[in-house]
């Protein structure tokens, strides 16, 4: 454990960002999952409708520092092909 005082508080800074980064993450996580969803169920109006909204929280999450730029790109490219692959 630490025993400077800043030390200690770069530890419960670090903790509570964490926790924001590891909510922001989950969030992503849950907006991906629902396109891949759609895309299971071969529902083109969904799978369209949900892409939108899982990009916006992509975006937003980079935007906070939660993801690199590089990453979210990355991920919205996968998701926006295999959209674009149902029939």
Known sequence: M?????????????ET????NKAEKSKVKTYVKKVYAAIEANDKEAANAALLEAISVIDKATSKGVYHKSTSSRKVSRMSKAVNKIA
């Open 2 to 14: 630490a025993n400077i005082k800043s030390a200690k508080k770069r530890i419960l800074v670090n």
């Open 17 to 20: 960002k964490a926790a924001r």
